[in-house]
């Protein structure tokens, strides 16, 4: 069993909050319109306020931006946008003058195609980086080696004309994929994830873990049964295939070792992977976190999607309980990648500062670390950009039917008075929403009934209780949309009930359960035989 005491020892990572900044839209020090690391460190107080233990950059390195940093051309440099070297050590210096753990980015399925090494690559067939991309030949007809598909759209290959071959991009086609069946590929990736560790950071947040190592026999992929039956309904063709051969190979189970070695070689070191599995993220997840010897822990897209109930958070737990017998989850709602998750729980009449705050007291309580994304504590809905706006690369190729990734992605509300809600004092890179504004933090700042004082009160809350932290989790049957489970560490028995409806709901207490203790102020007596909970409404209790 961890330390209780989350932040700290060797598995500060076991039940730790982490905060994700998206760093081109935090806080802008130069009046260019894009955030920077100076911007960071000018508002780790906030962050530090929340009373989370770990702040996740999202990527800062050098690159050409087609997919906002998430193509690396230089894996040791920080971006110009961003700031320098020297910005990155003062961010950490602060981070950890204010008792923060600093988790950064690692891109390492894909490098931009501007990196070096993809240059050298594309050079020649017979160079000594030829083989540190993944390149095929054509078919007889001239067609792609296999029916690999992008996530952002079309076939998974490009054609060269110098080498005259295709090469593999899993996402944009300025993306290539690296070559993990090449140690030499392997090496020099943890050579930068060294650098970052001898600079100072805590950990790491692993872009498309399971994205690694490709069948090296390079075997197409089934359709899925659905879309056979062409019932799919996807907009995105990726959905129409089953990924068996593209990603998720059993070879990255040894990179994954190699890179837990080198952290181990470290003091209080850990990672987190995002797994995306359609149908199998679950045994992924178990595959990369079992055993002491990989990751610390990974997430999934379970709880990123559109279902809000009861049944589906208990499945969804309940799943990853019987599946990962000795690995460790980091649960989420929301991130850069997904629409907000105030907007996908709230119906068209709901209250979303409701929901903001229900959803911040059911994360808390769930068993496993926690991450929230930035805006989030300030009950940020998503927000709705013209076409003409647009970024994201994604959106931008798929809209209408896809609107892309930049409506959880545009810049943070500081003051309600200040140009740009003060993030900027130029024009920011993408608009900042007046519905956002009115959520501004100076407003919500000393507001006891705003959803940030609700996000401080939570996280105090669950630090003050081990078992929620580190505590083991059992469901109660209930009927109708109430959740219900028990969590259990530290000398602690809680109780913890929400519900999901937009009416008030009554739930018996089960006649075993003996005396229950409300923690919560204003929740229902705790000598009462039936709970009687408001719409979206919670209560947490101590059990004798």
């Known amino acids: 069993m961890a330390d209780d005491n989350v932040g700290q020892g060797a598995e500060w990572w076991r039940g730790c909050v982490i905060y994700q900044v998206y760093p081109r839209s935090f806080q802008d020090t130069t009046g ?16 530090a306020s929340l009373g989370v233990d770990a702040v996740w950059l999202s990527p800062f390195f050098k690159s050409p931006m087609a997919d906002m940093g998430y ?11 961003f700031g320098s070297l020297e910005d990155f050590d003062a961010l950490v210096a602060e981070a950890h003058r204010l008792g923060l753990k600093v988790v950064i980015d690692q891109v390492l399925s894909h490098s931009s195609d501007k990196h070096e090494w993809f240059i050298e690559s594309r050079a020649s067939r017979d160079n000594p980086k030829a083989d540190w991309y993944v390149w095929a030949d054509t078919k007889p007809d001239g067609n792609a080696p296999n029916n690999w598909l992008s996530v952002f759209g079309g ?19 300025s993306q290539p994929d690296l070559n993990f069946h090449n140690p030499e590929v392997q ?23 399971n994205y690694y190592v490709h069948d090296r026999w390079l075997r197409s992929n089934p359709p899925l049964a659905s879309s056979v039956a062409g019932t799919n309904g996807e907009t995105n063709t990726y959905l129409y295939q089953e990924h068996l051969f593209d990603k998720t190979q059993p070879e990255n189970l040894a ?26 993220s679950l045994q992924t997840l178990a595959a990369y976190t079992s055993g002491g010897d990989k990751l610390q822990m990974c997430y999934t897209f379970d709880l990123l999607g559109p279902q809000f109930s009861a049944a589906h958070v208990r499945g969804c737990v309940e799943a990853f309980e019987k599946a990962v017998a000795d690995g460790w989850v980091c649960w989420a709602f929301s991130n850069h990648d997904v629409v907000r998750h105030v907007s996908r729980w709230t119906g068209p009449d709901g209250d979303a500062d409701a929901v ?38 994604v959106g931008i190729r798929f809209w209408p039917g896809m609107k892309g990734r930049d409506g959880c992605r545009t810049p943070m509300v500081w003051e309600v008075d200040a140009d740009n809600a003060g993030f900027s004092t ?14 501004a933090t100076d407003l919500q700042n000393g507001n006891e009934q705003s959803v ?22 059992r469901f109660l049957d209930t009927e109708g949309n109430v959740l219900a489970f028990i969590r259990e560490g530290g000398g602690q028995k809680l109780l913890c009930v929400f519900n999901f409806a937009g009416e008030p709901a009554n739930w018996p207490l089960p006649p075993d359960i003996g005396a229950v203790a409300a923690v919560l102020a204003g929740t229902a007596a705790g000598e009462e035989e039936t709970l009687s909970l408001p719409a979206l409404g919670c209560f947490l209790g101590r059990l004798d």
């Open 71 to 81: 193509d690396v051309s230089d894996y040791r440099e920080v971006d110009p946008m």
């Open 32 to 47: 260019n319109g894009s955030g920077d690391l100076r911007g960071i460190t000018t508002r780790l107080a906030h962050v």
């Open 155 to 173: 076939p998974a290959w490009e054609w060269d004309s110098t080498r005259r071959q295709y090469y593999m991009h899993n996402f944009l086609a």
């Open 255 to 280: 990179f994954l070792r190699r890179f837990r070695a080198l952290l181990d070689e470290y003091e209080d070191r850990a990672a987190v992977g995002e797994i995306g599995d359609e149908g199998r």
């Open 356 to 393: 903001a705050r229900f959803s911040i007291m059911l994360l808390a309580c769930l068993r496993g670390s926690i991450c929230l994304y930035q805006g989030e504590e300030l009950g940020l809905e998503e927000a709705e950009l013209a076409y003409e706006d647009l970024r994201d690369p």
């Open 426 to 439: 130029g024009k920011p890179w993408l608009p900042v929403p007046a519905s956002h504004r009115a959520r």
């Open 452 to 473: 940030l004082s609700a996000y401080r009160s939570t996280l105090a809350l669950r630090r003050r209780h081990p078992a929620l932290v580190s505590g083991s989790i």
């Open 187 to 209: 090496d020099a990736l943890l050579d930068t994830v060294r650098f970052w560790l001898e600079r100072g950071v805590d950990g790491f947040r692993l872009d498309t873990v």
